[in-house]
């Protein structure tokens, strides 16, 4: 069992950065991929970014693609979003999510957390 806490989220003008933080309980944190999800009001949840294991390897949407950077410390066993140059359009709830395989639907991963809400005003 993994156990995914969210923080960071905010409201922020448009153009601004942001940094998410995703702390994880449990020792088998660095088994894990770690990703980051987002929903917006009255549409599908969609995959953001996501990180292997050991964090060499790097996965974006293509719409994040050059502004945000995925990053994880599997001492601290947190998982980061690092978020630049934020749009109107970024405005979601994040989540964190953990699974055994890379992958770009969310029933890809095992584990959730409860998500924080970030708001871009323009």
Do not use: H
């Not at 088994?31 to 980051?36: F, L, Q, R, T, V």
């Not at 999510?97 to 095992?110: E, I, V």
């Amino acid at each position: 069992q993994v156990q995914l806490v969210e923080s960071g989220g905010e409201l922020v003008q448009a153009g601004g950065s942001l940094r998410l933080s995703c702390a994880a309980s449990g020792r088998t944190f660095s088994s894990y991929i770690m990703g980051w999800f987002r929903q917006a009001p009255g549409k599908e949840r969609e995959f953001v970014a996501a990180i292997a294991r050991g964090g060499s390897v790097r996965y974006y949407a293509d719409s994040v693609q050059g502004r945000f950077t995925i990053s994880r410390d599997n001492v601290k066993n947190t998982v980061y979003l690092q978020m630049n140059t934020l749009r109107p359009e970024d405005t979601a709830v994040y989540y964190c999510t953990a699974g055994p395989f890379y992958g770009r639907r969310s029933t890809d991963y095992s584990y959730w957390g409860q998500g924080t809400q970030v708001t871009v005003s323009s």
